[in-house]
């Protein structure tokens, strides 16, 4: 089988540099079974389940002299034992040492020659756990009826459903004389694809301008952002091939009650909890902050039918047409009332979710199932086409089930998901809630952030901080969303 790669997979590959590998990845913890998990069981789990998602068994091949997008081809040598490795660390393996590991898988690109992906079972951790890590070309996943392979082998039970894999044949692959033919052809019909393409790219241009606003502070002129000179910030570095991985655990009830105390919504609180441990980050940075200082962040925002997704959550394809709006907020980080940026998160957000109905994050667990990976692929490719001085760092946010899920009988314990670095950018950000908890996955250059456990720590201590004024405040009324009660302008972002 062969298919044409759409332009936004082709501009996903495109983008795709040394020092700035532009694939999704996840780091899954699992508690073993009594009956075990190793590498053999994980093998056939994946053979069994691997027709779910045919893309996974696909290669890209391009057309000479790129006369036409690449095509997604069968890989006639596809070797399943080449892309689920085994791994082990030295017993009881800790969490930085596992974090030291999936950072150096992350860093490294994947094989063109292959299909898109990889994944790791790592043995040996304390406890008896296992940890399965992932990554994923986002030209992969963030297509329509995009599916990540995490997906593929989780259960809602310890007993696995029945799958069985039908017999699969690679598809011939195409010769470059074939390759050539059939971009001859495009080619001649190209006055009408080109129509079709300039069409679509003036409604992108349109969309784009009008929906690349600062949400904290009004319309963000597109020219005066692609102009204006770069500051020196902490946030901003020219990066290395290598990364660094930490990771923050905090649990669901908390940001309910923070929600609860003070309106508005779960996405609201996550943000703010952010917001709180930049502010922290920075000042450890000795960066200079005033009152009115914010940073301003991409938080991929999902619509369905033109709608709002509430929760700053991305929608699974299968909820589009709407798809992933990138959403420009002043997080303020300069404020250092933790009420009061609560406040001005709210009022950011605010004028977004009342542009349309929103659809409950609930909702969209419930249509998407297991989806996180592809979600954070989608969050992350709405970067795509945005320059890198409108925005210092992306932050994906993802609900997930809010019950156990299984892999050949192991229960998922945590999962943290791990979203690329664009070009320039020290680090990302990416959550998702799971079974009671809501788990952060930093993404970090190396040298450029070496205390990226520091961040990780921030985040915990800034919810903490949250709940702490919250648990105090829990019979007061609401704030008004905007925090003009408490005299709160929009922030005013300096960096």
Known sequence: MTERMAPADV?????????????????????????????????????????????????????????????????????????????????????????????????????????LWEMYLVEGLAGGRVAIVTKTHEAMIGEPDGIDIAQ???????????????????????????????????????????????????????????????????????????????????????????????????????????????????????????????????????????????????????VTDGRAVEDGAVPHTSTRPGGVRPLLVDLPVGEPDPVLRLAQVRYAMATHRNSGRAVGADTLASLSGFAPPTLHALGARAA???TRRMFSLVITNVPGPQWPLYAAGARMTEMFPIVPLNPGQVFSIALSSYDGGVYYGINADRDAVPDAGLLAELIEESLAELVGVAGGQAQRSPLDPTGRERGVPPPERTS
Not at 262 to 287: I, K
Request: glycine share 6%.
């Open 384 to 386: 795509v086409g945005l």
């Open 11 to 115: 501009a996903c590959l495109h983008r795709e540099t040394r020092t700035a590998p532009q694939h999704v990845g996840e780091l899954a913890v699992f508690a073993e079974p009594p009956a075990g998990f190793d590498y053999d069981r994980l093998v056939r789990l994946l053979e069994e389940r691997i027709s779910l998602a045919p893309r996974y068994r696909q290669k890209v091949v391009e057309v000479p002299a790129h006369l036409a997008n690449p095509l997604w081809v069968d890989d006639p040598n596809f070797d399943i034992t080449y892309h689920v490795r085994r791994s082990a660390l030295p017993r009881p393996g800790t969490d930085a040492q596992l974090l030291e590991f999936c950072a150096r898988i992350q860093s490294r690109r994947l094989d063109r020659s292959r299909p």
């Open 152 to 302: 593929v082998i989780l259960d809602a039970a310890p007993a696995p459903r029945r799958t069985v894999e039908a017999l699969w044949m690679p598809g011939p692959q195409p010769g470059a004389a074939e390759l050539v033919r059939e971009a001859a052809v495009e080619l001649a019909r190209r006055p009408i694809a080109l129509a079709d393409t300039a069409r679509a790219a003036a409604r992108d241009l349109g969309s784009t301008v009008s929906r690349v606003t600062s949400m904290a502070g009004g319309f963000l002129s597109l020219g005066s952002a692609l102009l204006r000179s770069p500051t020196p910030s902490p946030l901003s570095a020219e990066l290395s091939e290598q990364r660094r991985l930490a990771v923050a655990r905090t649990m669901l009830p908390d940001y309910r009650l923070v929600r609860d105390s003070f309106g508005g919504t779960l996405n609201d609180a996550m943000l703010t909890v952010v917001a709180g441990a930049l502010r922290g980050w920075l000042l450890s940075r000795e960066a200079p902050l005033r009152a009115a200082t914010s940073v301003r962040v991409l938080v991929p925002m999902g």
